[in-house]
């Protein structure tokens, strides 16, 4: 099968699969509502950066009035996936990665669920400098992302823990050990700390993370 993304999923099949793969993804957009609730913005300028099959949009849309989205993914397909799931005339997209937006006081919601671990250092941290830049004063960032423990013997425990879960959700043992493997090879995930780092050098000052599972961590970041 030819990959239309950078995921272990093709588009058509990813709604349907990733929980099979992420523990708890259906709980990354309840947390993220729960964090956009609480800023109290009256309208809603919402850029979705690696938006994928725009699960998080067909959610929102329903849960928040006065909300308009601009949807972000390096991949044609999942972009064309998301067009027909939403079928809504507020929302725009464009087909690039966080790394090349260029938008300035634009937002004052800026969200990447599940996207940037399949960049390089210098791509995120050029990313994460354009995502401050596309901030509106006072606006949020919330992150969802791998991560990886600065131990190896707790990595290597963590991703056998992980690879348990997914033998639990129908994968093959083989199936589990090969995504496994796609770690620090396929994509590329950091520390917390380095997280947090890249945060503070692109001129984020309140940084919190405000939900960790396996080796997932939602956090937030306010201009």
């Known amino acids: 099968m030819i990959k239309d993304n950078s995921t272990t999923l093709n588009a058509k099949q990813y709604d349907n699969a990733i929980s099979n793969t992420l523990p708890y993804y259906m709980d990354f957009f309840e947390q993220t509502f729960e964090v956009v609730e609480q800023c109290g913005f009256e309208l809603l300028d919402w850029l979705d950066l690696g938006c994928g099959t725009g699960s998080l949009e067909e959610k929102a849309l329903k849960r928040f009035d006065d909300i308009h989205f601009v949807l972000v993914d390096p991949s044609s397909e999942m972009l064309h996936v998301a067009k027909k799931k939403l079928k809504n005339e507020d929302v725009q997209y464009l087909n690039c990665g966080s790394d090349s937006i260029d938008f300035n006081d634009?937002?004052?919601?800026?969200?990447?669920?599940?996207?940037?671990?399949y960049m390089k250092e210098q791509e995120r941290v050029k990313a994460t400098k354009n995502i401050f830049n596309a901030l509106k004063d006072g606006g949020i960032y919330i992150c969802f992302e791998n991560v990886i423990p600065a131990d190896e013997s707790v990595k290597n425990f963590e991703l056998a823990r992980w690879g348990r879960y997914q033998i639990r959700h129908g994968k093959t043992e083989l199936e589990a050990k090969k995504h496994n493997a796609r770690c620090g090879v396929k994509y590329y995930p950091i520390t917390v700390d380095m997280h947090k780092d890249i945060l503070r050098k692109a001129g984020f000052k309140n940084i919190h993370v405000f939900w960790y599972s396996y080796m997932q961590m939602g956090i937030y970041a306010i201009k």
């Open 106 to 117: 634009c937002f004052n919601v800026v969200t990447a669920i599940q996207s940037h671990h």
